[in-house]
């Protein structure tokens, strides 16, 4: 429970970020609210020799308003997220989905940059992120470019990231009023969802039905061409064969796609207000 | 007004709340200056032989001050620790030619730093041959793979075999049911992981800090494995975070820590991590039951069958003794013509078993509910009409069972009929009935448990007593020594009580003091559920005895007859009778002498609390999830001295007995890999997932103590473990489900509710 000898070095800027990156090329890894890093490294499943501390650069903490997106800086925290006005009113199903990961502790130092970065298939923001349609804006030594949340996520804790790059915001759809959907499965308050849903204007994704937050689009279809949520969530698992593990076969995490996908289409249409 | 029976907060609280308790790992001793620190290299391999050990990249790191292995310990082997048990299953210290569990101790690194530990047990290099690993109670049966090939079986003890069974038991019922239940293996999950510390220098004593449930037994361990004079071991005990029935005697990590201490003249400090204590501190429950019950069609039980196969994991512990307590208590409150049981114990590639809240108890309670229920649904019965009709009726003299027990007092339909009156049990099933009419997704499920157990049954040191020290000091204190030991239970506070309400003292001037061999030699320690009744009972025994030396001493100070001395409980202090102004109190008696008693109060044998408990849940029987809305617990333990800390050990024990209906298993995979190593994956309850109690009160004392009480410390694991699961099975019977096993994690409880809608499409039925 105590990590492999490390240094640590904090970062002071985006800027900085690049620089301290480029000095310590792959030995290094960044750190942001540690609640994914850190207790890998406690058992040691990672051992990167230096940490660049990207937590405190006040440039990339922030949610604001850019014409018909909202911007959030990549080390808002999960609490932040939950709690903005301008989220909970323009992207509620963000606001929602923040406020169910882990515990308050774990929502207070956990970023948005981190989780989605990390890329967990278990995970909330990542589906959250992929339903809202997001973008990522991601900084490296030659600028900024912009990757959908879809083509982000690549296979377990596995993105588009280059290794000289950082996210460092995140940008989603203004859609107040849309009727949101969001059902995590899980044993107890605190944990991981089993299968997750979110859901927002017709788009779907699931979590923890795959290697990446996954798209039933046959749901998406059977919505767009008219059918009935029942229908729909019927065919949510069409394609999907997510791996069995000691909390979920095959079979049953099916099941609950299927479940839980009508549940959250439900709950978005007796939401929708637009 | 006597303060017994009163709700007085717990003495201990304040300081824990704010400062914290100085547990093991924070422990500050001068004895303890410059210690070095320990970590144990643990196997990662569930069953292999050990080619090699490689030590000596470990030892060129800086800071790494000595590394052992098996051939360097030269301590007892630890012999299987009951007689019955086959003795060959032997253990050493450090694995030395094989190793039998994932955690299993395999080399120890000394390191003068406790934050290089990790980073110089890594550097221990060992090679394994791997072998099969045996997981599963019946194929370790079946003695295809051994864990001592010498040995010829993996049967630790039988207790009683298929031989003893009557081929003709069930002859003369109309219905038979049969079913297989899993008790599964369950982590005790204490807040406090396990730690200890040692000072051992050169031609002196050994000096050994444990958390532990009881000093004595400890060091009685400690020395035994040391192989010393237990003359030459003093054990004391911190704060302790927890126990729950795995921190009796001494664990192999303390053996070698203090081992470690006298063969460096250094001292020593381990502590592990919560990993470790997943891998490695004992686990718990890990029973197959077939339980096989027969009757009439109206309703009467008449035979009851138990047949057990127990898991003790790698070496036999405790967990060996354990079915044996199930076979005791097998009829439960109920009246058979004829009950019989057998129990088997094998060793798998697993974490040793040993006592968990409730110890075999619980195992007992949960067969014979499910196979109350099981019946009750074969005949079309209201499971509590079945009870009902069946239990033992009321006594008021100690009621001998086929079995053996004998139970002090009960009245089980009461209890019953009190947790089915608090819960609007008729009106629940109203309620259940209008949701499987309307097909809701939430679907009720009302569960309910009758039980009866065994506290106080012995001690550590044997015999069901305990002693206690009680002094009063001249100003006014007092001080107990207690050879109980409490982590959590709140002796501090229920030991003042006792003595308080004899000798007119506040409590706030009572210090408890517990867990030193050096002030208290003698002692049973503190589990199954003995402390109140046996310990409480040695305090208000001595102090008693107390007043009694000072009427002598008093008398003689005020020149009066003992007759005419009378103790004032206001003034704590005697008065001559018709002489107002001669007085004298018991503070003031200690000044010319010191006033202080030791007492031994012996218990004529084990008592038997009992109670019912009504569990009420929902499933989303479109998901499989069931969650806890409401449990109704009658627990009757005889006289409650104080209901602050009585219902404590029922909110601790009910969450813990839900948790195992619900969450709780410990998994390893067919290798012997636990699944289940970290709090992210073994899953206890949280607060939020249970609901506000309702406990019920009932007051039957027991004869066996002066103030008739009895415990309370593992109700709630007996009680609400199989109301809780029959509950799950409840809600979903209109499906066609009879038995779902424990855990009933969503998974299991949507699969069951497939199977059973399969079975009944199958059948031609509807379902
Ligand atoms: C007990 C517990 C329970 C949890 N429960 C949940 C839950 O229910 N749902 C859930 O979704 N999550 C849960 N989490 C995870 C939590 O949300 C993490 O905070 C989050 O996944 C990672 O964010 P972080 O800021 O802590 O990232 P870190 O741990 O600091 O970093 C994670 C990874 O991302 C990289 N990284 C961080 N920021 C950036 C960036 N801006 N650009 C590029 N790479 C970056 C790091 O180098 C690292 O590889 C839980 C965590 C814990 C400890």
């Given at each position: 429970m105590i990590p492999a000898p490390f240094d640590y070095v904090r970062a002071t800027s985006a800027e900085h970020i690049l620089e301290l990156m480029a000095q310590h090329g792959d030995e290094a890894k960044l750190l942001a609210g540690g609640h994914s890093l850190l207790p890998m490294m406690k058992v040691r499943l990672a051992s990167p020799t230096v940490l660049i501390d990207i937590a405190s650069v006040p440039e990339l903490s922030y949610v604001k308003v850019d014409g018909d997106d909202l911007v959030i800086g990549a080390t808002t925290s999960h609490a932040t997220v939950a709690n903005s006005d301008l989220i909970q009113a323009d992207a509620p199903l963000l606001s929602y989905a923040a406020a169910q990961i882990g515990d308050p502790q774990i929502r207070h130092r956990g970023t948005i940059g981190g989780s989605l970065a990390h890329s967990d298939p278990a995970a909330d923001l990542p589906m959250t992120l992929v339903a809202l349609d997001g973008t990522f804006e991601l900084l490296g030594p030659s600028g900024t470019r912009s990757v959908k949340a879809e083509d982000f996520f690549i296979g377990y804790f596995e993105t588009a990231l280059e290794h000289d790059e950082i996210i460092s915001a995140v940008r989603v759809p203004r859609r107040p009023g849309v009727g949101w959907g969001y059902e995590k499965f899980t044993r107890r308050a605190n944990d991981w969802a089993i299968v997750g849903i979110a859901t927002v204007a017709g788009r779907v994704a699931m979590a923890n039905m795959g290697s990446i937050p996954a798209r039933p689009v046959a749901t998406e279809q059977a919505l767009a061409g008219g059918q009935g949520i029942a229908e729909a969530a019927a065919l949510a698992a069409d394609g999907i064969e997510p791996a069995g593990d000691m909390h979920a076969t095959t079979a049953y995490r099916q099941h609950l796609a299927r479940v839980l996908t009508r549940r959250a289409l439900e709950t978005a249409a007796s939401r929708n207000q637009a | 007004m006597s303060i017994l029976g009163t709700r007085v907060v717990r003495n201990e609280d304040p300081e824990l709340l704010t400062k914290g308790g100085t547990y093991t790992d924070d422990l500050i001793d001068e004895r303890l200056d410059g210690a070095a620190h320990l970590i144990f290299v643990r196997s990662p391999v569930a069953h292999a032989r050990i080619l090699s050990i490689d030590t000596s990249e470990a030892l060129k790191?800086?800071?790494?001050?000595a590394v052992y292995t098996a051939a360097d310990v030269d301590l007892p082997i630890i012999n299987p620790p009951m007689p019955m048990f086959n003795q060959d299953m032997t253990q050493t210290p450090l694995a030395s030619d094989k190793v039998r569990y994932v955690g299993e101790p395999v080399a120890i690194v000394v390191c003068d730093d406790p934050y290089i530990r990790e980073d110089a047990a890594e550097l221990v290099e060992v090679e394994y041959d791997i072998l099969p690993a045996v997981i599963g109670m019946p194929n370790a049966a079946k003695d295809e793979v051994l864990l001592w090939e010498s040995v010829g079986t993996n049967t630790v003890v039988d207790f009683g075999t298929p031989d003893d069974l009557d081929p003709n038991l069930f002859d003369d019922c109309e219905v038979v049911v049969s079913h297989l239940i899993q008790n599964q293996r369950i982590h005790p999950a204490p807040m406090e992981s396990r730690s200890g510390a040692a000072s051992w220098p050169e031609g002196e004593r050994l000096t050994a800090w444990i958390p532990s449930q009881g000093a004595q037994g400890a060091k009685a361990a400690l020395a035994a494995q040391l192989g010393i004079d237990a003359a030459e071991v003093h054990v004391l005990t911190p704060d302790?975070?927890?126990?729950f029935g795995a921190r009796f005697g001494a664990d192999v990590e303390m053996v070698l820590t203090a081992w470690v201490a006298g063969k460096l003249h250094r001292p020593m400090r381990w502590s592990e991590t919560r990993y470790e204590n997943l891998l490695a501190m004992t686990h718990g429950r890990a029973q197959e039951q077939r339980v096989t019950i027969g009757g009439s069609r109206d309703g009467n039980m008449k035979k009851y069958r138990l047949e057990v196969l127990a898991d003790c994991g790698a070496y036999p512990k405790i967990g060996g003794i354990l079915p044996s307590l199930t076979r005791l208590m097998t009829p439960g409150t109920y009246v058979f013509d004829k009950a019989e049981s057998i129990a088997k114990a094998v060793v798998t590639n697993t974490t040793p078993i040993g006592a968990y809240r409730g110890a075999g108890r619980p195992e007992a309670t949960a067969a014979i509910e499910r196979a109350v229920d099981i019946f009750a649904a074969e005949i079309g019965m209201d499971p509590a009409d079945v009870r009902r009709k069946n239990l033992v009726p009321k006594f008021t003299e100690p009621h001998l069972t086929a079995f053996g027990a004998l139970y002090d007092s009960g009245d089980y339909e009461t209890a019953l009929n009190k947790a089915l009156e608090a819960a609007n049990y008729e009106d629940l099933r109203k309620e259940q009935q209008l949701r499987r009419e309307r097909g809701d997704a939430k679907q009720l499920g009302i569960g309910m448990s009758s039980y009866v157990e065994i506290t106080g049954a012995g001690s550590e040191s044997g015999d069901p007593n305990e002693n206690a020290t009680v002094e009063v000091h001249p100003d006014g204190t007092v001080t107990i020594l207690t050879g109980t030991s409490p982590h959590g239970q709140g002796h501090a506070t229920a030991w003042a009580m006792m003595a308080s309400d004899t000798l007119g003292i506040g409590i706030d001037k009572i210090t408890v003091i517990h867990g030193d061999t050096d002030l208290i030699p003698k002692g049973g320690g503190t589990g199954g559920s003995r402390s109140l009744q046996q310990g409480g009972m040695a305090v208000q025994k001595a102090s008693i005895e107390l007043v009694d030396i000072a009427r002598t001493r008093a008398a003689e100070l005020l020149e009066a007859n003992e007759a005419d001395l009378q103790f004032n409980i206001d003034d704590s202090g005697f008065s001559v009778a018709g002489v107002p102004s001669s007085t004298v109190t018991l503070a003031k008696l200690a000044e010319k002498e010191r006033l202080f008693i030791n007492a031994v109060f012996a218990a004529p044998g084990a008592t038997f609390p009992f109670g019912a408990h009504l569990a009420v849940v929902e499933v989303d029987v479109e998901t499989g999830k069931a969650t806890l809305e409401r449990i109704f617990c009658v627990d009757d333990a005889g006289v409650v001295m104080n209901p602050l800390l009585f219902d404590g050990q029922r909110h601790g024990g009910i969450a813990q007995g839900a948790a195992q209906a619900f969450l709780e298993e410990f998994i390893y995979d067919e290798d012997g890999n636990p699944l289940t190593a970290s709090f992210a994956d073994y899953p206890f309850l949280s607060a939020t997932e249970v609901p506000s109690f309702d406990l019920v009160s009932m007051v039957t004392p027991t004869t066996y103590n002066p103030m008739g009480v009895k415990g309370v410390g593992e109700a709630g694991t007996i009680g609400a473990t199989p109301a809780v699961q029959n509950a799950v099975v409840d809600a979903v019977?209109?499906?066609?489900?009879?038995h779902i096993d424990m855990p009933t994690s969503p998974r299991v409880v949507w699969e069951a509710i497939e199977a059973a809608r399969s079975n009944s499409n199958s059948n031609g039925k509807v379902a």
């Open positions: - | 790191l800086p800071g790494v001050v302790v975070g927890g126990a019977s209109h499906l066609g489900v009879r």
